[in-house]
């Protein structure tokens, strides 16, 4: 056999390996079933009076011809709002008396957090994949600015949490996700009514033997409207003026209390 002829046969059965290998790739990609979320509004109008709102997420898992997907698997969902950064005081007293201590600031702290599972998560996956999904509250990314001791980083983080699960901001509801027939599912979130305007993402995750095999994003837009929304804009859009504005208010208000106290 020439030189020649033996490259050309080596560089047959490298052609022919990689043709397999993708033909693989493709066919085992074609077996991951494929998620259809919905969710029951994709716009929440926020206006004078409002007291809050409750959210159905709900969808199906099929394979891809469209049947159902033909194994048992579990369903997590993360309803997560407009990202902020944030300072977090902790207060400390010191005699008889309530002063500020130490404080830790976040870069991107999620105004509204919540997660929806059709199990509890640590039955569902592991601690890796629960972190980089961010599956739960104690695997929630806040980002923390600067250098500071991890402890000390750690305490900041769930006191944090802690305040924001007391306002009603960041839930986490383990058996709230229903399935049927392990096609369709559904979970249902309410908002409280101080609830940030912004976009919210609402990702579904199926998870079986603890690996995550299918993924959707569903998006839902909370406005204001009305008055609240002129405030809003006002404040946002000439910040100066609007600031002007509420120190006239509040010496207004103070005189008219003033003269009616004085009257009276």
Not at 15 to 32: D, H, N, V, Y
Not at 218 to 234: I, M, P, Y
Request: no cysteine; hydrophobic share 45%; proline share 4%.
């Amino acid at each position: 056999m020439t030189p020649r002829s033996a490259a050309g046969g080596m560089a047959k059965r490298i052609a022919s390996g990689l043709f397999a290998l993708l033909a693989f790739s493709m066919l085992t990609a074609q077996r991951e079933p494929i998620l259809v979320p919905e969710v029951s509004q994709h716009e929440i109008q926020v206006r004078q009076g409002f007291t809050g709102t409750e959210l159905l997420l709900f969808g199906a898992i099929l394979d891809p011809s469209g049947n159902r997907a033909g194994r048992d698997y579990d369903i997590v969902v993360v309803l997560k709002g407009p990202t902020q950064s944030i300072r977090l005081r902790e207060k400390r007293k010191v005699a008889g008396v309530w002063l500020n201590a130490d404080s830790s600031d976040f870069r991107s702290a999620p105004s509204f957090f919540a997660v929806s599972s059709s199990r509890p998560i640590d039955e569902i996956v592991d601690e890796r994949t629960a972190a980089i999904y961010e599956l739960g509250l104690d695997w929630l990314q806040l980002s923390p600015v600067g250098a500071i001791d991890p402890e000390e980083q750690a305490r900041f983080a769930a006191g944090l949490v802690d305040l924001r699960q007391r306002e009603g901001l960041y839930k986490q509801q383990d058996n709230g996700v229903t399935l049927s027939e392990q096609v369709l599912y559904q979970a249902r979130i309410s908002l409280p009514s101080t609830v940030q305007t912004g976009t919210y993402t609402a990702e579904t995750f199926a998870i079986t033997q603890g690996r995550v095999i299918a993924s959707a994003v569903s998006r839902v837009e909370v406005r204001k409207l009305g008055f609240e929304r002129f405030v809003v804009n006002f404040a946002n859009n000439d910040g100066f003026l609007y600031g002007l504005l509420a120190v006239f208010v509040s010496i207004g208000m103070g005189w008219i209390a003033g003269r009616l106290f004085v009257l009276i």
